[in-house]
């Protein structure tokens, strides 16, 4: 990397709960606790961990969507909107919010199933999409702009007049890809959209996500559970668990040297052709969020546990260019 | 030899669309694979390819337009309700939707203990359900009294197997008991399967997508594509080397967890799926990288190469000669 990429998202000491009042007694998870993370133009950076970890919560505030009960408690998250600007966007009013969505910063959903209308023909979808981002197109500049997407697309024709239930679970993730790159945004965030569909079928999905970021030269931030797909578009990785991200770096950085425990678990759980050694899942169970362990949060898991672990969380330390990672076992007394 | 499930020339067809539009699929063409004791069978494709119709007609939910499945020597029909006392059992794809979500998870234990005449009294009971979650790893202790959204999606799967595991089982159809699981925790589901098959002598039909976790699980493997079997062989011979082009591009495209074996080459998707099961020549024809004229008006048949079971025109030559 020859030349310092620019900053297009930052967030500072991020900190989003949901506060439950159950009873008179409040619960407290502590979904995205701590985060802080920089997000360059022209990249795909993938977020991994396991269900339960946080990852659609930090996906929910990084697209600045935070309603109760998730609340943001602390810290800030940038955008940095017409190239030089930092924008604080939590300080946003809700119209100046909803201008933002969409056109600078879309979202993939996971459930494909739920998000087109299922009593109405794609292209009333797409009307209704465009009709309330771009003010003053006649219907027929809206259908010639959205065939225009589904030519480059390599989506069937007669797409728009189908409705949504004709579709495959594959065609309807794609055509919500293309819903959400439809006003060419600068951040797309995609939350697990491959997970549930068919190895066939997710990689036409991955490869679409890959025309589209060729094209448009924007940001993917792609949140998936699976190693395998990050391996493939990733360039770079943010591990979390239990609601911070513990390990950080290029792909080549995290699949050549993992040096948390739990990325090295994540990684060697897959299994590999050719191999039918025993390989074991992650021990145990993810933590709850609202009552984590005290020290590291993953330290009840952790093989190589030193009494450390149970009393402070580590800060990060950097064991090479842009490679983080927050474990005690990782960079002696080079923390903080 | 030994059979412990067999199933020959199943076929089951659906209708759709009204009288005008009617058209019929045939999700399971002629399907025809057996099952030996304490094996791992498992039969993959995409979504929509029939595995799950043919683990449906196993079961007995659905009635085979035709065909036979024979179980332990016998015959069985779908009026007979053989099922529950010949022992197979079922595992579902989603936990979450397994177990009601306003119930406490133990009471469907006790539930099919209690039906089934498992146990005479609660203290046998506990101890029975007790000793089945020790096999997939959990204590009675620490499930007792508690709701499906308490458990992680990996635990709630391991308490399904446990609940199928209650009638001492020969055969469980586990129908994608992976894809909604993490694939952190997708492991210990897996090593579970080998547990009972090696321990208890379980036969496992293992239904996925997901070739990765069927290459190191199971013995042998079935791919099946729009209704048909493309590909039958152990694992080594059809996943190391695959001969028919589908079962190739499903090798190519698990992704790799290895930044250096990234996908080059591009893929097209197949439009739609009712064109597929339609086609009148190899339902492969469309997408083929290799195909030949023959192949869009005949059907193959089914050939075998090395024992491995390969319905492709690619091959027909070889067993000519």
């Keep these: 990397m020859a030349e310092k990429k620019r900053t297009i998202l930052r967030t500072d000491k991020l900190k989003a709960f949901y506060i439950l009042e159950m009873q008179g007694t409040q619960k407290i998870i502590k979904a995205v606790n701590d985060v802080d993370m920089e997000i360059y133009e022209n990249e795909i950076y993938g977020i991994a961990g396991e269900s339960g970890c946080g990852k659609t919560t930090l996906l929910k505030a990084l697209f600045n969507d935070i309603v109760p009960p998730l609340r943001l408690v602390s810290g800030k998250i940038y955008y940095c909107i017409n190239w030089d600007k930092e924008v604080d966007v939590t300080t946003l009013s809700p119209e100046e919010k909803r201008q933002l969505r969409m056109e600078y910063i879309s979202y993939i959903p996971q459930g494909s199933m739920s998000v087109l209308n299922p009593v109405l023909k794609l292209k009333e979808t797409y009307k209704d999409f465009i009709g309330s981002h771009l003010s003053g197109q ?13 030519r480059v697309l390599g989506l069937p024709k007669n797409i728009l007049d189908v409705y949504p239930h004709q579709l495959s679970g594959g065609m309807r993730q794609r055509v919500t890809i293309a819903l959400a790159s439809l006003l060419k945004p600068r951040i797309m965030i995609g939350d697990e959209p491959t997970t549930a569909l068919d190895v066939v079928v997710q990689r036409g999905v991955i490869q679409m996500l890959k025309m589209i970021q060729e094209n448009l030269k924007n940001t993917i931030i792609l949140v998936t559970h699976d190693m395998g797909v990050h391996a493939n578009i990733a360039d770079r990785i943010g591990i ?6 513990v390990e950080e770096g290029s792909t080549e950085q995290i699949f050549g040297q993992p040096l948390h425990p739990y990325t090295q678990f994540l990684i ?22 609202a009552d ?7 330290h009840p898991r952790c093989p190589h546990v030193k009494e450390i672990c149970r009393q402070e969380m580590p800060d990060f330390c950097y064991p090479d260019e842009n490679h983080r990672v927050a474990c005690w076992l990782v960079g002696e007394g080079k923390h903080g | 030899m030994d059979k412990l499930l067999e199933v020959n020339e199943l076929t089951k067809r659906y209708s759709q669309g009204n009288v005008l539009t009617r058209v019929t699929l045939t999700a399971a063409d002629h399907v025809s694979f057996y099952i030996k004791p304490a094996e791992i069978f498992t039969l993959a494709g995409e979504s929509g390819c029939g595995k799950t119709t043919t683990a449906k007609v196993v079961l007995g939910f659905e009635e085979a337009t035709s065909g036979t499945i024979i179980h332990n020597g016998k015959l069985q029909t779908r009026k007979e309700k053989v099922w529950i006392t010949e022992g197979v059992q079922a595992i579902f794809q989603d936990p979450f939707s397994t177990f009601n979500p306003l ?6 234990f006790f539930e099919t203990v209690q039906n ?77 399967f080998k547990k009972l098959r090696d321990e208890l002598g379980v036969s496992i039909l293992y239904i996925t997508h997901d070739l990765a976790t069927a290459y190191y699980v199971s013995d042998r493997i079935a791919i099946m594509f729009r209704g048909n079997i493309v590909e039958m062989g152990t694992v080594e011979q059809v996943l190391m080397n695959p001969r028919h ?15 250096k074996k990234r996908w080059t080459t591009e893929i097209t998707l197949s439009e739609l799926e009712q064109e597929e099961y339609l086609r009148r020549g190899c339902k492969f024809a469309g997408r083929c990288p290799d195909v030949m004229e023959i192949c869009k008006g005949v059907a193959p048949a089914d050939i075998y190469v090395d024992d491995v079971l390969v319905k492709c025109h690619k091959y027909s030559s070889t067993q000519e000669i």
């Excluded at chain 2, 009971?125 to 204590?139: N, Y």
């Excluded at chain 2, 082009?245 to 967890?257: D, F, N, T, V």
């Design chain 1, 240 to 245: 979390m668990y239990a609601g911070k991200i």
């Design chain 2, 245 to 259: 082009p589908y079962s190739k591009l499903l090798r190519e495209s698990i992704p790799q967890a290895d930044p």
């Design chain 1, 292 to 298: 984590l362990p005290a020290g590291c949060p993953f």
């Design chain 2, 103 to 108: 119930r406490t998870v133990d009471r469907y």
């Design chain 2, 116 to 192: 089934l005449i498992l146990a005479v009294s609660k203290q046998q009971a506990i101890e029975l359900i007790d000793r089945k979650l020790q096999a997939v790893g959990l204590s009675y202790e620490e499930f007792a009294g508690k709701y499906p959204s308490e458990f992680s999606g990996g635990q709630l799967q391991r308490i399904s197997i446990a609940r199928a595991l209650l009638t001492n089982p020969t055969l469980l159809i586990a129908d994608e008991p992976v894809s909604m699981v993490d694939a952190s925790l997708r492991m210990s589901i897996v090593n579970l």
């Design chain 1, 268 to 289: 060697n759980s897959l299994p590999k052709f050719g191999d039918k050694n025993m390989r074991s899942s992650v021990p145990g169970n993810p933590p709850s969020m």
């Design chain 1, 138 to 150: 006649s219907q027929e500049e809206i259908f010639e702009l959205a065939r225009k997407q589904i």
